[in-house]
């Protein structure tokens, strides 16, 4: 008897974990689209998302937003494509914010050019990132 319960204990268990594999596939490989500026690493890194980790859709938005949380990208959008048995290819899409590299200043009489520069240039850095 105790054997069986082992036994019926054993297969659920496995049964469970199964169920779990295909539904939380395996990231085999994480790629950005996209980036011109910006190297890949640098998107990736701050994801919670990892090569080898599971994929969970449910996830994908927050990702999203915490890319887009960096301030450097105008549009994110993470999609995954099934890269073999219980594992996918995630794709991160990414448009980056246009560069300012110069601005001018003319006719302020009541602010410095040097504070609105300085207020400028901390929304959005100038020149290559």
Same mark, same amino acid.
């Given at each position: ?29 994480? /790629? ?17 998302? /990892? ?79």
């Amino acid at each position: 008897m105790r054997w069986k319960r082992s036994a019926a204990l054993g297969a659920a268990l496995t049964m469970m974990m199964c169920a779990w594999a295909q539904s939380n596939p395996t990231i085999r490989e994480i /790629k950005v689209e996209g980036n011109v500026r910006l190297a890949a690493a640098d998107v990736i890194g701050p994801m919670r998302l /990892k090569v080898g980790g599971p994929f969970n859709a449910a996830e994908v938005a927050s990702e999203e937003d915490l890319i887009l949380a960096l301030g450097v990208f105008r549009e994110v959008a993470i999609t995954s494509q099934p890269a073999g048995e219980g594992q996918v290819d995630v794709i991160v899409n990414i448009v980056e914010n246009p560069l300012v590299k110069e601005f001018r200043v003319i006719g302020n009489t009541e602010i410095s050019t040097d504070e609105i520069t300085a207020i400028a240039t901390e929304i959005q850095p100038l020149g290559p990132l």
